[in-house]
């Protein structure tokens, strides 16, 4: 496979200005996308804490209401007993409906005490869920706003960065697999930067020097020449 070295360089060179723009409409986009997602994200739990709670509340509710059913029951039985002390005849039956009473009543004062600490579960889920349906609220209006701004500025610039995509493919569909595979691999890694220039004798990138020979393969373009130091491609 011939490579013609001068050509693809010219092409890493061109494919690094490409890059460059494209960082700098990134930059200029700033934290908005991220902030965007964060919030986004923030809603996201916060809802499903609050389903959390509303599950919870609908539970402790139809506990209260089953519990208030066996305490009536229990205080119709209590009632029903009271009846039968009147007409016992025996200690034995009287020990009995007594025995009887004691079960229902600690039936009861369980039932009650359970209810209350339901009750006070329930006033406490009660201003949780208003207090995350405030910040619910508060959150997605900044998402709302900040979302706003982040289309208005994906505009703008949607034009300028949907043409700057297209004349990196095209220029990449030129430039040899391994070398842009260098190239991407290197830019990602470092800053952005996946060539550099020879500046006085040093990798314009990390500054550490280059061999003099390495240099004048550069300079007529006989190999692709990688930084020792930080692997970007040397360009003239
Ligand atoms: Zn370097």
Redesign the pocket.
Known sequence: MEVNIREELMLLVDLQDIDDQLSELALDRGDLPIEVERLKGDIDKLNKSLDDLRTELEEIRNEVVHLRGVTEEADSKLEKYKQQLYSVKTTREYDAITTETDAVKTTISEGEERVLELLARENAIISEIGAKETESTEIGETFEAKNAELKTKLGETEQEELELRHSRETTVMRIKKPIYAHYERIRIAKDGRGI?RVMGGA?G??F?MVPPQRQVEIRHAADIVL?E??G?ILVE
């Open positions: 550099a990798c990138g990390c550490a930084c130091t930080c970007r």
